[in-house]
């Protein structure tokens, strides 16, 4: 069975080890280009958020190099996400392809359902090869968020522009090539000597961003124009609230979201669907810990994150933290973010400034 998947950040590194360790044959998906976009937002309705538009795309790209099963997440509260993969598999069923469409609805609620349909994946293996291959895939997970994480700390401080993205694609070489734990364990070790080796400067003071917002656009780089790399590269420190083995263990059988959302609870005591309260709860968290702005990311018509942003306007205000909301679709453009992204920095740097008592 040749199988595909959503693009979505790195994770692509891991999920192509996990299809391969249960027997099948795996058709990469590409990274979202413009072409992936166009294609998803040709076939897609109107008003579909730019995450649906790119993995519909994905999946025409995936199917045109002869994927037979497509895997996909589902969603669960008030939010269209959790109708994404019936939507997609309508559409493209419309369009004439015969394919299996498997959705992993998150197993809160309907456990026997997730397994039945993971059985689908699994079938034919026996338990112990199951298990190896979701454990070794859970553990390439951690080492690539991991690794991930840390370059965002290196970034701004690195003397020559661009080592440490150098250095990050040699670490995601190393990975991709470990297939035992032993193997994947040593990966670790090793990309952590690469980034060591980076040339940096720590006298430095760079000013610091939390960036939250709705999953997809926080963690595909191609959705969001490589931000974080971006803001690093101008000397920030980036740090983003969702990293994807986190919230698959506070979304699966696990509770961890329990802080940020009390954090929330003085503005925002219902869920509104997505990660609308998670955006708020973290803005407050940010501001708690001294960072010097937020960045919102959403998609352009995302209701759950044009809720938050609402509730932002108070937030930023009574708390005195700088809010920057992105929202994103198909016109959005590169140089445009760019730009704003300059203009929210220099206003950090000025704020800083008048706190410090420097006189502009």
Known sequence: MKVTFPHMGYSHIAFK????KLGHEVVMPKRPSENTLS???????????????ILLGTYLEALEEGAEMIISSGGVGPCRAGYYGILHEKILK???????????EPPQKKAMNFVKTLRKLTAGNSIQTIWEAVS?????????????????????????????????????????????KEDITKSQT?????????????TRNPLKIGIIGEIYVVLEPAANFDIQNVLGEMGIIARRSIYLVEWTKDNTFFKGEEHIKKAAKEYL????????ILSVGNTILYSRQGYDGIIQ??????????????ILTKVKKELDIPLLTLFIDEQT?????????????DLLYSKRQLRQGVVL
Request: net charge neutral; proline share 6%.
């Open 17 to 20: 080890m996990l299809i391969q």
């Open 269 to 276: 005591q219902v869920p509104i669907g997505g990660h609308g």
């Open 333 to 345: 453009g590169k140089t445009g973010i760019k730009t704003r992204l300059e203009a929210f920095v």
């Open 136 to 180: 070794s895939t859970w553990l390439k997970l951690k080492v690539l968020d991991r690794i991930e994480r840390l370059t965002y700390e290196i970034r701004p401080y690195e003397i020559n522009k661009g080592d440490t993205t150098r250095a990050f694609e040699k670490c995601l070489d190393v990975i991709d090539r470990a297939w035992l």
């Open 94 to 104: 419309d369009l004439g392809y015969d394919i299996d469409f498997l959705v992993l």
């Open 297 to 310: 990311l959403a998609p352009f018509s995302c209701i759950p994150e044009i809720v938050a942003k609402g």
């Open 190 to 202: 090793r990309c952590l000597e690469i980034l060591s080796e980076i040339p940096v400067d720590k």
């Open 39 to 53: 294609l998803g937002s040709h076939y897609a309705p109107e008003f579909a958020c730019i995450p649906f538009k």
